[in-house]
T-cell receptor, first 111, second 114 residues
């Protein structure tokens, strides 16, 4: 079945460092891909999404490109802030099915 | 719009007790779902609904019941709570089952079963 694999955390960075969180997927069709973020004590909220190959999603300085050839959707940010500390989830969705999540990657940014 | 709301925020139960976690959305979304979040396990789907009167099982449905009598509400019932059901529960909704739709999450219910 479809699945999502994320790099395991925690990821610990200093403020202004470059961030990459790897995400790869397995899917039989043409899924949409998402990154959700969960701040401490809160629910998940959409960070960005891409709905077809080569699309780039972006929001709040974060970017991810839908790479069908490598089945990847890596999350990047050029300069992280302390306020970016959170858990990040990669997810995929096919039409008519439920969202499938990776296990999440915890990011901790120190000043 | 209030979005997706969940009550209660925290709950402690004793083994064998039953309770209902409430979920409501005011966005006229057809699709609603329940997840549980456990450390190192990510989010696992419990039950989902594609519209009023229609529900189906997800990955981990045992010990839980759902119903969908209205578009707005999707309660999750624990029939006889067990310590293994200690978790954080999230309700979510989206407009339809197309793959491109964004799914919106509630703030969660933290449940402890003693």
């Amino acid at each position: 079945g479809d699945s999502v694999t994320q790099m395991e955390g925690p990821v610990t960075l200093s403020e202004e460092a470059f961030l990459t969180i790897n995400c790869t997927y397995t899917a039989t069709g043409y899924p949409s891909l998402f990154w959700y973020v969960q701040y401490p004590g809160e629910g998940l909220q959409l960070l960005l999404k891409a709905t077809k190959a080569d699309d780039k999603g972006s929001n709040k300085g974060f970017e991810a490109t839908y790479r069908k050839e490598t089945t990847s959707f890596h999350l990047e940010k050029g300069s992280v802030q302390v306020s970016d500390s959170a858990v990040y989830f990669c997810a995929l969705n096919q039409a008519g099915t439920a969202l499938i999540f990776g296990k999440g990657t915890t990011l901790s940014v120190s000043s | 719009n209030a979005g997706v709301t969940q009550t209660p925020k925290f709950q402690v139960l004793k083994t064998g007790q039953s309770m209902t976690l409430q979920c409501a959305q005011d966005m006229n979304h057809e699709y609603m779902s329940w997840y549980r979040q456990d450390p190192g396990m990510g989010l696992r789907l419990i039950h989902y609904s594609v519209g009023a009167g229609i529900t189906d099982q997800g990955e981990v449905p045992n010990g839980y019941n759902v119903s969908r009598s209205t578009t707005e509400d999707f309660p999750l019932r624990l029939l006889s709570a067990a310590p293994s059901q200690t978790s954080v529960y999230f309700c979510a909704s989206k407009y339809a089952t197309v793959s491109t739709d964004t799914q919106y999450f509630g703030p969660g219910t933290r449940l402890t079963v003693l």
